[in-house]
């Protein structure tokens, strides 16, 4: 008998993790978030029009059961979390990476990890980098970036964790010892549309409109 185990913030931070890689690097059959990307910024258009394409297009394609469902083999999770939250998670962390690189920012920086980390807590991004003594004011530049300490990675990330621990949290207990199936009306009541918009609308005022 498998012994349930509550989320923790070391799990929810090894799903970022993993998802964040998935969506740099890409899954076989899904873009990655910079070929994600490139598909919007070609168009001729501004890129703050460009990524509010790129949102809408994430919101009302993620919204619907089968994309999240054809993720299928993606979440073969290194860690207990239910695959229906891993899957949401890995889709709004590709999306905000995608509005990063559309910004110009290197994904590969731990950096610009961190503050993609942080557009997930969506309208807690400000009250966390008040929290950690941070001040982003109108330039997101690659200075500013580049100025940010290893014990700055390390105060957003836990953070950012605890703040999505208590969000999950929020939606119940989580009984991570049952496996949970990719079936269209677990997932769909999964992918909340609101706070996906929310989170692409900090992204894009992160990493594009503060240029």
Not at 68 to 91: D, R
């Amino acid at each position: 008998m498998t012994e349930n185990k509550k989320l923790n913030q070391g799990m929810i931070m090894k799903a970022l993790d993993y998802g964040y890689e998935k969506a740099v690097n890409g899954i076989p059959g899904i873009d990655s978030a910079e070929e994600m990307a490139a598909n919007y910024m070609n168009n001729g258009k501004e890129s703050v029009a460009n990524a509010n394409s790129l949102i809408r297009w994430q919101i009302s394609k993620a919204g619907t059961s089968g994309f999240l469902t054809g993720l299928g083999g993606l979440i073969t999770m290194p860690v207990a979390i239910p695959a229906n939250l891993a899957s949401v998670m890995y889709v709004q962390i590709r999306m905000i990476a995608a509005i990063a690189h559309m910004g110009g920012h290197d994904l590969r920086d731990d950096r610009v990890k961190a503050l993609v980390y942080l557009c997930m807590a969506g309208n807690g991004a400000k009250d966390i980098l008040k929290d950690i003594g941070i001040v982003i004011g109108q330039k997101l530049t690659t200075s500013l970036v580049k100025s940010i300490s290893g014990k700055t990675i390390t105060a957003i990330n836990q953070k950012v964790g605890f703040r999505l621990l208590t969000k999950f949290g929020e939606k119940g207990a989580i009984n991570l010892g049952k496996a949970i199936p990719l079936v269209g009306g677990i997932i769909g009541g999964s992918f909340d549309s609101v706070a996906t918009n929310t989170i692409g609308n900090i992204a894009r005022k992160t990493f594009i409109e503060s240029k």
